[in-house]
């Protein structure tokens, strides 16, 4: 790809200016160097031992102290060049100046035969700090522990027969077992420790015996020292001082010397002024050595940038690209899976007998007909198929759920999936409740739920049933609210099933046309039975619901036929009773043995079911109570069905009674 001329030339003229500024530096380097030049000490190298060509950061013993680094003295015989690190004495084997490390090995290790026991002052981590001096090791410390059991089945702990005795047993661990040296077994303690290995020869495996770590021992270990450029320094301040005798074209020469070995060359002008003490050095020091680490910076910024940050966008805004245009597809998909299940899909009965598989499983009977379990496939979903009977054949209850349930989708209303009608043959297909209905729960002789969980189920049914009266364009009264009718799924989330009865009208309407009596004996609204107690509207769900509630806290039916003839037959009429004798003791702080949630539902029941509609509340209002709680609860008034003797001004009509008569 070309490179446009005006970003060529800018950067031309950025990394001109960028070497005038290195020459600047060296020659004032250079001249500060030859102002101090009668007061500077040359340090040359030296010979110590076999070795030769040493340089800094080593020094001999009554160098000066700018020569070397004090942890750094070698003492030197004819033969040997020794080192003290730490509290030890070592053998100089060899010094790499250029890769700067040297290899050591402890001088009192043959006086030791043949069980040598290592003497390295041990402090932690990598880095082993001696004075003012850091020494890195290349490969791992191996680890020598006393104890005083003897360990076995433990492949951590190599045995040292010839330092143990009866009562202490030596074991060394190496490789990656001496970094667990930190988690002894409970009997053992540290006894000594020391690196092994370096470039070239790499420290005892694992599985190291005692014999293998001597062997190491003997060999020594590499320690490196602090980078050098001593001889690049001397080799660069020559050129430096005939380069000032030049052409001015030397400059150019300067700059090509720089674009070769840019951080050579600084490293070497900060060890040149590192030779001199004045205030101006130590400033020119600080300065030089910032600015090869910008350079290297900006280096690493621009191939980073170019081999990674930029194929790294290139790839987020493809995939950014590819992300949104996969969301709008799946949003599309999402939206007519929507669609589709807003409408209930139409099966044939060809297809309700492969659903259920012959109608295999029966889950229950009723005067509507039977319920099915069945398999959707390929989804498998299972779902509940209800066969109306053919005493349904006028459609009447099919029509009414298909109308109401099919366009409705709350969390406590059971969904309606499809349907089946096929001349007197139909089915209505909904999602299958594992739990069951919540008759068998509530009416059982052990208790099933938990006061709270009650409570829970109560609230969910009453938003349910909200749902019906406010949430739907059009305002649903189901007229059939009964235990029997509300199903739970997996979590026993409760949910408002059979719209058979359900009648659908305007909001705006306060009451529902209705041309016969309809509901469940023991649920049905008085109004439902008698116009003279005024007319039906969504207040007869809460009727019903005001006595499934009473049935939930008491855990019987509101009618016991087995209770005889008196008032106490009369399930709320015994509530009612109980209620009002804890209300009248509560001033004198006797004992009530009602649960609070109890009382809440049975408080709440009584106030649905009221005589009149107008006297009972809306189920919004229902919900608010059930989640206040009793303390913000007052006791409702008497119901008139309550009583036991009737008072006047209310009327009891002969079909109320009938009812009841036959509940009983």
Known sequence: MAIPAAASHSSTSTTSLLRALTVLLSVLAALVSDAEGRHHIVCPTFSCGGLRNISYPFRQQGDPSRCGVQSYELACTDTDATIRIGSGTYKVLSINHTSS????????????????????????GDTEVHGNSHYYFYDGLTTFVNCSKCIENNDMYKPVPCLSTNSSFIYVMTGYFSSRAGSFEPSCGYLAK????GPGMMGPAENASYPDVVKFMTKGFALSFPHTFEGISRCLKSSINDLREEEPRTRY????????????????????????????????IDIIQIVPLAMWLLKCIHVIC?????????FIFLAQKYWRKRISIDAVEKFLRIQQMLIPTRYAYTDMIAITNHFREKLGQGGYGSVYKGVLLPSNIHVAIKMLGNTNCNGEEFISEVATIGKIHHVNVVR?????????????????????????????????????????IALGIAR?????????????????????????????????????????????????????????????????????????????????????????????????????SSSQSYYPSMVYTQLSQQEDVGD???????????????????????????????????IEMLETGVDGLQMPPRPFFCDEEVEGSYYVPSELNAIQEEGE
Request: some cysteine; overall charge neutral; aromatic content about 12%.
């Open 194 to 197: 020391t690196p092994l290995g």
């Open 306 to 314: 170019r081999f990674v940050f930029m194929p790294l966008a290139v």
């Open 416 to 456: 309606l999936i499809g349907f089946c009608s096929e001349e007197t043959r139909r089915a209505l297909v909904y999602e299958f409740m594992p739990r069951g209905s919540l008759d068998k729960y509530i009416f059982s002789s052990e208790k099933a739920f938990s006061w709270d969980k009650l409570n829970e």
């Open 101 to 124: 490390y040297f290899w050591v090995v402890d001088a009192n290790l043959s006086m030791q035969g043949s069980c040598p026991l290592p003497r390295w002052d041990y402090h932690g």
């Open 464 to 564: 349910g049933i909200n749902y019906l009266h406010q949430g739907c364009d059009m305002q649903i009264v189901h007229f059939d609210i009964k235990p029997h009718n509300i199903l739970l799924d997996r979590n026993f989330v409760p949910k408002v099933a059979d719209f058979g009865l359900a009648k659908l009208f305007p909001r705006d309407k306060s009451f529902v046309p209705l041309s016969a009596m309809r509901g469940t004996v023991g649920y049905i609204a008085p109004e439902m039975v008698s116009r003279s107690f005024g007319v039906a509207s969504s207040k007869s769900d809460v009727y019903s619901f005001g006595m499934l509630l009473l049935e939930m806290a008491g855990g019987r039916r509101n009618a016991d036929p087995h209770a005889g």
């Open 253 to 284: 020469w300067i700059l090509e010397i720089l674009t070769v070995a840019d951080v050579v060359f600084w490293s070497c002008l900060t060890k040149q002024l590192g030779s001199t003490s004045n205030g101006v050095t130590v400033i020119l």
């Open 588 to 622: 004198r702080g006797e004992r009530v043995d009602m649960h609070d949630l109890e009382k809440n539902l049975c408080i709440v029941g009584l106030w649905c079911i009221q005589m009149r509609p107008q006297d009972r509340p809306t189920m919004s209002e229902v």
